[in-house]
């Protein structure tokens, strides 16, 4: 049928940001709109927008502190001050300000987390409210999880959690996700963030959780925001998720307990993935779902034809530092 998508329109939607070797003409448009926040050394930590950049310098200096420009390498520099506190206070009043005055959409969705900017694979510059983490377009981290219980009477012996996003969440409203999510705070352990997602979302509990979640690796991609994230349009999300994967047996019931979720219920993997097709799932939920499929044999080098590139924007080599350089802990 006309108008569907295929797996690869499906992780592309989620790793939007074009590829310098495979995207070229897309690419230098982007870039035209883009400087790079850097550290002192030289180290990239972000892509802000150009739009971005204009409100930040036009704001008082005394609210955002010096700014460094360099109109020939489109990069920025800003928020150097001695020690990780300082710094972490200058952005928190640089985005209390802005949302103050109401500067930016995203901001109206202030979640009261702080998330970390890294400077090296291992180090925090400082820390960022979730809002505001798209307006210097750095590094973001969370956790996802997909439930699923075996069913040979079901496509593929199986039927997925699917979650349906509350009418009044200020992102993505009413649109599906794979079972569970969540942002990874400041200093938070992925497991131990997971397990908290699950509890709250999804009415799991932690002795559950621990007896049967298993750590399936990262994704890593870089998403462009539309007008679903709550925001403005265009914002840059490099993004890494620690992934697991949960089996349920058939009698296990999800509550939805912090609500935001909607409603929970089984689908069979030809019915996700027929909703996957007409854009249904949230954008980086559909990914997920991709690379589970894969993991599971479900996807596979024989029976899709652009598998190589779907593996390689499941797993995208990002220019900024971070734990995902490395890996990271999990408690399991």
Known sequence: MSGLMSNLDIVKEADAFPYEDKELTAYGILQKTLYTLVWKDGQQLGFMLDSVLKILLATPEEVRGPVIVDEAKRTVRAFELPTREERTARVGGLMKYWREKDTFKHLRGWRNELWPVYGSDDEVLYDIERAGTGLLGIMRYGV??????KDETASH????????????????PNMLDNSVAGGLMTGEDPFECI????DEEAGIPEELMKERAKFVGTVTYIYITDER?????????PETQWVYDIEFTKDFQP????GEVAA???SSVNEVREKLAQGQFKPNCGLILVDFFIRHGIITPENEPEYEEI??????????????????????
């Not at 996802?144 to 219980?149: C, K, P, S």
């Not at 012996?157 to 993505?172: D, E, F, P, Q, W």
């Not at 509550?255 to 912090?258: C, E, I």
């Not at 499941?314 to 999990?330: D, E, S």
Request: proline share 6%.
């Open 144 to 149: 996802h999880m997909t439930a699923y219980v």
């Open 157 to 172: 012996g199986m039927k997925i959690l699917v979650a349906k996003r509350a009418a009044n969440k200020s992102t993505y």
């Open 195 to 198: 397990i908290r997602e699950a």
């Open 229 to 237: 994230s709550g925001g403005e349009a265009g914002q840059i999300f």
């Open 255 to 258: 509550v939805a307990k912090d």
């Open 264 to 266: 929970f219920w089984l």
């Open 311 to 332: 593996v390689r924007r499941l797993h995208r080599k990002l220019p900024f530092p971070g734990p995902h350089q490395v890996g990271a802990p999990t408690a399991t």
